[in-house]
T-cell receptor, first 115, second 120 residues
Framework: DVKVTQSSRYLVKRTGEKVFLECVQD?????MFWYRQDPGLGLRLIYF???????EKGDIPEGYSVSREKKERFSLILESASTNQTSMYLC??????????????FGPGTRLTVT | AQTVTQSQPEMSVQEAETVTLSCTYD???????LFWYKQPPSRQMILVIR??????QNATENRFSVNFQKAAKSFSLKISDSQLGDAAMYFC?????????????????FGRGTQLTVWP
């Protein structure tokens, strides 16, 4: 089975701190994604990556950056955390070709609270 | 960008009954894919069912089936014989074949979700 893991289930940080959220997948997927999930807003795409060292902005990239140095790992970085970044963060991965590319596999999520 | 609309923030159903969750989307593309994802409480999001737009036949996975109306841009999920384990947040999603910049990543656009409660 595909496994997507995220470094923390719950995280509490202070305003202004630099925050790293890590995501690892074990199925050699080319594509990786970071979403944030807020009540009543669904999932919104922050950034995605289709290859090592490649990245593209999603719908809400402001205040975030990403890093993909290895194929299996995709990091989301909050350079200076703010209270409006309190949210659930979901990582996902998928293949880039073939029928299997149609499914994104999700991690368990990290609930980040910024105080 | 494509938009996906789930007009029912909450739905409820009695165990063993049938419930239908609604989803509409807006697109100018002819080839695309539609999905229903399920997110149980405190658990990971999983794929429930997938529909290819070029297929006229509605997808079915056991108790889950869809009613895909391409002209109406409607994609509803029917859950038959509802079980307590079906209680979850359900998200409808659209997969484009190209991103806005022309790359073939196939990103997903999600609706805002429908919270399904199943009563015993």
């Amino acid at each position: 089975d595909v496994k997507v893991t995220q470094s923390s289930r719950y995280l509490v940080k202070r305003t202004g701190e630099k925050v790293f959220l890590e995501c690892v997948q074990d199925m050699d997927h080319e594509n990786m994604f970071w979403y944030r999930q807020d009540p009543g807003l669904g999932l919104r795409l922050i950034y995605f990556s289709y290859d090592v060292k490649m990245k593209e902005k999603g719908d809400i990239p402001e205040g975030y950056s990403v890093s993909r140095e290895k194929k299996e790992r995709f990091s989301l970085i909050l350079e200076s955390a703010s209270t409006n970044q309190t949210s659930m963060y979901l990582c996902a991965s998928s293949l880039s070709e073939g029928l299997s590319s149609y499914e994104q596999y999700f991690g368990p999520g990290t609930r980040l609270t910024v105080t | 960008a494509q938009t996906v609309t789930q007009s029912q923030p909450e739905m409820s159903v009695q165990e063993a009954e049938t419930v239908t969750l609604s989803c509409t989307y807006d697109t100018s593309e002819s080839d695309y894919y539609l999905f229903w994802y399920k997110q149980p409480p405190s658990r990971q999001m999983i794929l429930v069912i997938r529909q290819e737009a070029y297929k006229q036949q509605n997808a079915t996975e056991n108790r889950f089936s869809v009613n895909f109306q391409k002209a109406a841009k409607s994609f509803s999920l029917k859950i038959s014989d509802s079980q307590l384990g079906d209680a979850a947040m359900y998200f409808c999603a659209y997969r484009s074949e190209t991103s806005d910049r022309g790359s073939t990543l196939g990103r997903l656009y999600f609706g805002r979700g429908t919270q399904l409660t199943v009563w015993p």
